[in-house]
């Protein structure tokens, strides 16, 4: 069974009071064999040495990444440092780092998985992984990856910051920040994680459906036949032949497999009239376009909590939420408002940590009650253990 232990700090200034505040809240002594440590953090505390400090005193693996806001019991912000400890005496954890991704996924992956699952005694359960940020290798490439050579659920996020193109997000691994890695921890034991997830409301999707006829991995080229732009003008959602606020209409896809639909966001338009999207557009799958806003943000919130704490009778030893970054833009100047949430109604009763995301990384069930990996845009997943 897994423990989990969390802490929060907005004290970026100071290396040995941010340090010694962490380690204040959360007792090592009460740590079980094998543990791990997972960070999520303002940029500024990998800038100051806070990260690496904070690493160096802990007797365990830590990976993690940077992000634009997180939160953790009884703390929540943009500009802090979230730290979980997961523990135990009959679970094993095997953290690993991968090699430099921007030229070659397939080997450097392969690679970091296979050294460490050979470090583990008993069998892989899952993956959790943080993924880096590029513009020109989709965070779904890494994520095929790994489920190809491992076979197992994995669950993580890819790393963002706070400014605009996200040029600061990096991955952690054991108080080094890379730009180009991937980060990850192989869970084995007696553990049986749940996942879940929340994005757009039913009514907030449109209910005309349309079939995607033509596609290359995220770029969305034709639905119904005609061009993605000549489709999005059909709506009434172009002018002057350019897509109106991309990143502010979700397409829904439904794989037709018996899985969940997974919501893509729109991040640009070619000059060919294709929609950059944030993930995969399988053709043959059914499209829909949703809306997202600050309403449909919150129920969201409040929909996969209530569902969390629905769980709670059967598990509950500690519990990990990603939040697209859409959601907190959608939120517009009240941007705390969902964090602030989700500590309120989760009110101490299971430890947890929560950060925003560049993309979501959570495993959703087909028919037959089978996991299929999946990644996600506008969504909010959670791990349930």
């Known amino acids: 069974m897994i423990k989990a232990f969390t802490a929060y700090t907005e004290e970026v200034d100071d290396k040995e009071a941010a340090v010694a505040e962490i380690l204040g809240k959360i007792d090592l002594t009460k740590l079980g064999k094998k543990s791990v440590g997972i960070i999520t953090c303002y940029s500024e505390f990998i800038d100051n040495g806070i990260v690496e400090a904070l690493s160096n005193k802990l007797p365990f693996d830590v990976i993690g990444s940077t992000t634009m806001g997180n939160a953790a019991c009884g703390g929540a912000g943009h500009l802090g440092l979230t730290l979980m400890v997961l523990t135990g005496g009959d679970v094993e954890f095997s953290a690993a780092v991968s090699g430099p991704l921007s030229k070659e996924q397939d080997a450097p992956l392969r690679e970091m998985y296979e050294a460490a699952s050979q470090k583990l005694r008993k069998d892989p359960v899952f993956i959790i992984a943080f993924m880096p940020l590029f513009y020109d290798v989709g965070g779904e490439v890494f994520l095929d ?5 491992s ?9 963002v910051d706070h400014t605009k193109d996200y040029h600061e997000a990096k991955v952690i691994y054991n108080g080094k ?31 005309q459906n349309a079939i995607i006829t033509g596609s290359q991995g995220n770029i969305l080229k034709e639905v119904n036949g005609i061009p993605a732009v000549q489709y999005m003008e059909s709506l009434g959602l172009t002018k002057d032949g350019q897509i109106e606020g991309p990143s502010t209409i979700p397409f829904i896809v439904d794989y037709n497999d018996g899985t969940k639909p997974v919501v893509r966001a729109i991040f640009a338009q070619t000059p060919e009239g294709y929609a950059v999207c944030g993930g995969a557009m399988p053709v043959n799958s059914t499209l829909s376009i949703g809306a997202l806003d600050y309403n449909d943000v919150m129920e969201t919130s409040h929909k996969i909590i209530n569902d969390v704490i629905e769980g709670l009778s059967s598990r509950g030893s ?37 950060a925003y995301s560049g993309g979501e990384i959570c495993p959703l069930y087909d028919r037959g009650d089978k996991l299929k990996n999946r990644f996600h845009n506008d969504t909010i997943i959670a791990c349930l253990l």
Do not use: H, Q, W
């Open 151 to 159: 076979g197992l659920p994995v669950f993580g996020t890819i790393a």
């Open 318 to 354: 500690a519990l990990l939420l990603f939040s697209c970054v859409g959601r907190n833009y959608a939120l517009g100047v009240r941007t705390g408002d969902e964090m602030e949430k989700v500590n309120r109604l989760l009110n101490d009763k299971i430890p947890f940590m929560m």
């Open 177 to 207: 920040a890379y730009k180009d890695s991937l980060s990850m921890v192989i869970v084995s034991g007696e553990v049986s994680p749940k996942f879940l997830i929340a994005s757009l409301s039913d009514e907030r999707a449109l209910k």
């Open 145 to 149: 990856i790994l489920s190809n050579t």
